[in-house]
């Protein structure tokens, strides 16, 4: 028998209920967006938001609505759902973005521009990517390590997209992992080759491997101290792409427990946690 999470909610404030996902957590958020913020352009249906939470680029997408106090239902997909994204798009891809009367539409980014861009919600608020090569070096210097801390807590943390045990199982199998031996990440079709007991047990070798691993990232988050502008945008001139590109893979460092990071780098994370609605993982850290 199969089993859908669609967990839909109209988005102004933080009035959910705590403890089933991160978004929930009264630990991870320490202030509240206020609920005057609630939706501009009022009547008719809301946007509907398809997306996982742990997911970077479905985090780039739900920056915009709460940027700009946008309502909006957020419908959380289930891992393994295929159907769902497939009927929307042709293929099984988050986020996705469903307006009333228009043809759904994926891809963060397009999502972020469309959003930014309509006049229902008043001028665009996002500022131009800044091109900072600076930034660029950054992340691409901690995607492997970032990679091999946050890919074995996704299945194991508190997310409505992992609600079921087949929705674990899925992700696992379509996300393969280095060899803890060799550091060689095998392809799509050698990794299904090898099969789930070796896939089990590198994810568990690399969370094993957490405080040599977190020998690597710290001194690259320390490093952050110099590149954030300021604690409401990392690049001067205030919020814009290159926030979108940024807070949605500095967040995913709150998921791991034994993290360093500086206080610039603390205050960017509450201070954009906070104007976008989106919550951290700290609650929820292992």
Aim: aromatic letters at 10%; hydrophobic letters at 40%.
């Amino acid at each position: 028998m199969l089993f859908v999470v669609s967990t839909i909610i109209a988005l102004d404030h933080r009035s959910c209920t705590p403890g089933f996902t991160s978004a929930w957590s009264r630990k991870s958020v320490r202030s509240a967006v206020p609920i005057a913020r609630a939706a501009r352009g009022g009547g008719g249906l809301l946007p509907k938001l398809y997306v996982y939470d742990h997911c970077p680029f479905c985090t780039r997408a739900r920056m915009i609505f709460g940027l700009k106090g946008i309502r909006h239902n957020l419908s959380w997909l289930a891992n393994d759902d295929i159907q769902t994204p497939t009927g929307l798009v042709g293929k099984k891809i988050a986020p996705i973005l469903e307006m009333p009367g228009e043809t759904p539409m994926a891809e963060s980014l397009d999502i972020v521009r469309r959003i930014d861009e309509d006049p229902t919600w008043g001028s665009a608020l996002l500022q131009p990517s800044t091109g900072r090569e600076d930034l660029k070096a950054w992340m691409k210097g901690v995607s492997g390590v970032m990679r091999l801390l946050a890919r074995p807590r996704y299945p194991k943390g508190y997310f409505p997209e992992f609600a079921f045990q087949r929705a674990r199982e899925a992700f696992v199998r379509n996300h393969p992992i280095a060899d803890p031996e060799t550091g060689v990440i095998p392809g799509k079709e050698e990794w299904l080759q090898i099969g789930p007991d070796v896939w089990n047990k590198w994810y568990a070798q690399h969370l094993e491997n957490t405080p040599a691993l977190l020998e690597q990232l710290n001194p690259a988050l320390a490093e952050l101290e110099n590149l954030i502008h300021h604690g409401d945008s990392v690049s001067p001139g205030g919020v814009g792409y290159d926030d979108i590109a940024f807070f949605d893979r500095l967040r995913g460092t709150t998921l791991v427990k034994g993290v360093q990071l500086g206080p610039k780098a603390t205050a960017y994370l509450k201070s954009m946690s906070h104007q976008t609605d989106i919550p951290l993982f700290w609650a929820l850290a292992m």
